[in-house]
C-alpha cells in the first residue's frame, strides 16, 4: 500500500504487480514532464517524457499519463521487479531547465 | 572514465571553511548544472552554465559561487559553509538547456557542515 513516510511517501508492490507512482504538478502552464528513477547512492536518472499535447505515453514496462485538467501525472511500471526499487519523481517544466521544478519523490519498495 | 564524475563523493567541513565540490564531464556537453538535493524537497537549482565562461543563477545561489574555464569542468564553491548548505549536491551536463535534450546527473556529492 501508500503511504506517507516522515519525509518521502512510499509505495510498497508485490514483485510482479504493477506499479502507479502520482505526481501532481503545481503550474499549469508547463508543458513538458519527465519521470526519473533515482537509486539509492546515485544520480537521478531519465525514464520517459512527455509533452503536454499529448495525455499517454509508453516506453519498456512504462506508461507516463497526462491529466492537464487536474495537473496530474503518473508512472506505470509493468511487472514491478526488485531493480525497480528507487525514489521516483517528476519534473514539471516550460521547456528550459533553469524553469524546471522538481517534485519531492516517492519511494518505491518492491517486495520479493 | 566516461560520463560526469563529481569529487568528493563525502565531505564533512567547518562552518566558515570553503569548500569547492568537482565536476567533471566527457561528452563535451555546452550545458551543466548544479543542484541540491534536501530530504523531502525536490531539486534545486543552484546554477547553470551554458558553455565556457558563461554562468548564471537558479533558483538557490545564495552562498555558492560557480566558475567555468573550460567546457568540461564546472567547480562550486561554498566562500563560508553554513549548517544550512548540508545537502547532497548533484552535478548535471546537457547538449542544450531544454528539456528534450537529456540530462545526466552525476552520482552526487553528500556534504555535511557542522
Known amino acids: 500500500g501508500e503511504s506517507v513516510g516522515l519525509h518521502l511517501p512510499t509505495l510498497s508492490v508485490q514483485e510482479g504487480d504493477n506499479s502507479i507512482i502520482n505526481c501532481a504538478y503545481s503550474?499549469?502552464?508547463?508543458?513538458?514532464f519527465i519521470w526519473y528513477k533515482q537509486e539509492s547512492g546515485k544520480g537521478p536518472q531519465f525514464i520517459i517524457d512527455i509533452r503536454s499535447n499529448m495525455d499517454k505515453r509508453q516506453g519498456q514496462r512504462v506508461t507516463v499519463l497526462l491529466n492537464k485538467t487536474v495537473k496530474h501525472l503518473s508512472l506505470q511500471i509493468a511487472a514491478t521487479q526488485p531493480g525497480d526499487s528507487a525514489v521516483y519523481f517528476c519534473a514539471e517544466g516550460s521547456g528550459s531547465y533553469d524553469k524546471v521544478i522538481f517534485g519531492p519523490g516517492t519511494s518505491l519498495s518492491v517486495i520479493p | 572514465d566516461a560520463g560526469i564524475t563529481q569529487s568528493p563523493r563525502y565531505k564533512i567541513t567547518e562552518t566558515g571553511r570553503q569548500v569547492t565540490l568537482m565536476c567533471h564531464q566527457t561528452?563535451?556537453?555546452?550545458?551543466m548544472f548544479w543542484y541540491r538535493q534536501d530530504l523531502g524537497h525536490g531539486l534545486r537549482l543552484i546554477y547553470y552554465s551554458a558553455a565556457a565562461d558563461i554562468t548564471d543563477k537558479g533558483e538557490v545561489p545564495d552562498g555558492y559561487v560557480v566558475s567555468r574555464s573550460k567546457t568540461e569542468n564546472f567547480p562550486l564553491t561554498l566562500e563560508s559553509a553554513t549548517r544550512s548548505q548540508t545537502s547532497v549536491y548533484f552535478c548535471a551536463s546537457s547538449e542544450s538547456g531544454y528539456q528534450y535534450n537529456e540530462q545526466f546527473f552525476g552520482p552526487g556529492t553528500r556534504l555535511t557542515v557542522l
Open positions: 503550474n499549469s502552464a508547463s508543458d513538458y
Open positions: 561528452w563535451s556537453h555546452s550545458y
